[in-house]
């Protein structure tokens, strides 16, 4: 497998329009322009350890928004589950359906991100 500097250059651009370039630590985001330059004047990467490097920044830069919403739900929702034990279960048992039922867990992964965005602790 390898990766050119096309299919690089579509991932930049579209973490640069969704926001998840500034997410990225500084260490790979120097990885992925060393990457693209490399790319653009050698033609294609072919190494497999720099593959893996570039292709999990490659997901980070084009994960959607729903992804990291339900992502951050099923977070929340099973620490909710750990974080009660079966007193809270006990005197409120429609907690438990609630763990469970997907409009809640994408309410609570929209709460998270809103949360991030609004001032909240970044994770």
């Known amino acids: 497998m390898s990766l050119?500097?096309?299919?690089?250059?579509?991932?930049?651009?579209?973490?640069?329009?969704?926001?998840t370039w500034r997410k990225l630590d500084p260490l790979k985001k120097a990885h992925f322009r060393v990457s693209m330059a490399y790319s653009k004047i050698k033609g294609k990467i072919v190494n497999s350890?720099?593959?893996r490097?570039?292709?999990d920044v490659i997901e980070m830069l084009t994960s959607p928004l729903r992804k990291e919403?339900?992502?951050?739900g099923l977070e929340a929702?099973?620490?909710m589950r750990r974080q009660f034990?079966?007193?809270v279960f006990g005197?409120?048992?429609?907690?438990?359906?609630?763990l469970e039922d997907h409009d809640y867990i994408f309410y609570l992964g929209v709460s998270s991100v809103n949360s991030?965005?609004?001032?909240?602790v970044r994770s």
């Not at 991932?11 to 926001?19: E, I, Y």
């Not at 919403?69 to 951050?72: A, E, G, Q, S, T």
């Not at 005197?91 to 609630?98: F, T, V």
């Open 4 to 19: 050119g500097y096309g299919v690089l250059l579509r991932a930049f651009r579209r973490g640069l329009r969704n926001g």
């Open 49 to 51: 350890t720099v593959l």
């Open 53 to 55: 490097v570039v292709l």
């Open 69 to 72: 919403i339900w992502r951050r």
């Open 77 to 79: 929702a099973s620490a």
């Open 85 to 87: 034990d079966e007193g």
């Open 91 to 98: 005197w409120c048992p429609a907690l438990r359906g609630w």
């Open 116 to 120: 991030m965005y609004w001032g909240g």
